[in-house]
């Protein structure tokens, strides 16, 4: 592995750099040319080089529901971990995208800010949260949004309100428009700041006890259908602790996939297609991804 320090639009570039050391699943095949940028105008230089010396240009949050395929990325990938500033104002909080969105609503509730507990123990990134509609324990990022700063792949700058996202479940704009998001800000209410925290310390509690957490994962695999909760199907269908490869069905929460055995993307994906294969021949319900699947086969 040549790791040589290289410069793209003054960024410093990791070549052939295995994705597994990033991807909460611990697989991942390599990317042709990984990038960490610290501010919006670094981002802005990016996308202007992959456009102009067509270069496939790949964006990943914190990589904490993802799948990269054991192949890894050709051309560009862009970790955007590096922007993590975090601000509090009035009512509200602004996070840039590679912010974890739980630091941010640590922040919002230390300042008595009410409305992101929810996010309290979810792992992704703002970024990431923004772009899928992330929720957890009856909230979703649309119930909070105010605002998103995003940049286009031209290079183009635009400032969405939450209507202008198309939320939906697990779904925004940005996943159609390839858009980059830079940063979002969170409208919030005044609140007790111990009594956000207890809500927060509680909704934790909750996750560690039903959640694998002590192994790697990418948190739940599936989207839930309506109607219907993913791990009791999966446990009626007799897959739970199924093992493929170094991937397992877990014992503590079946909607979970976890890497008990330096398992590869590959197993994660086999491991996919076989609960999607038995809860249809069971139920007739076809199990979609929540997961973002990414990258291509070795």
């Not at 670094?42 to 270069?55: F, P």
């Not at 949260?129 to 286009?152: H, P, R, T």
């Amino acid at each position: 592995m040549d790791n040589a320090q290289t410069l793209i639009a003054g960024v410093p570039v990791l070549t052939n750099e295995p994705l597994s050391n990033y991807t909460f699943t611990k697989t991942g095949g390599p990317a042709d040319q990984l990038v960490f940028p610290e501010t919006v105008q670094q981002v802005h230089d990016l996308v202007d080089y992959a456009r102009v010396n067509h270069v496939p240009l790949t964006v990943i949050g914190n990589a904490s529901n993802l799948i990269v395929r054991d192949g890894g990325i050709r051309g560009l990938v862009m970790i955007l971990t590096h922007m993590h500033e975090i601000t509090v104002a009035k009512n509200s909080v602004t996070a840039a995208a590679g912010a974890r969105i739980i630091d941010t609503s640590d922040a919002a509730g230390a300042a008595g800010l009410s409305g992101l507990e929810f996010a309290a123990g979810i792992p992704g990134s703002v970024g990431g949260a923004v772009f899928m509609n992330a929720g957890a324990y009856g909230g979703e990022v649309k119930d909070c949004l105010a605002s998103v700063e995003v940049i286009s792949r031209s290079g183009e700058l635009h400032t969405y309100t939450a209507s202008d996202m198309h939320f939906a479940y697990r779904h925004s704009i940005v996943q159609e428009t390839g858009e980059i998001v830079l940063s979002a800000t969170f409208a919030l209410k005044p609140g007790d700041a111990k009594a956000i925290r207890a809500v927060m310390d509680d909704l934790n509690a909750r996750r560690r006890a039903k959640q694998p957490l002590e192994y790697p994962s990418c948190g739940s695999v599936f989207k839930r259908p309506v109607g219907h909760y993913v791990g009791p199907m999966i446990q009626k269908a007799g897959l739970q602790g199924h093992i493929i490869g170094g991937a397992q069905i877990s014992m503590k929460h079946a909607g979970f996939i976890v890497n008990i055995n330096h398992a590869t993307a590959t197993d994660y994906l086999d491991m996919i297609h076989y609960v999607q294969d038995h809860v249809y021949a069971k139920f007739g319900i076809h199990l979609e991804p929540e997961v973002r699947i990414i990258g291509e086969e070795r």
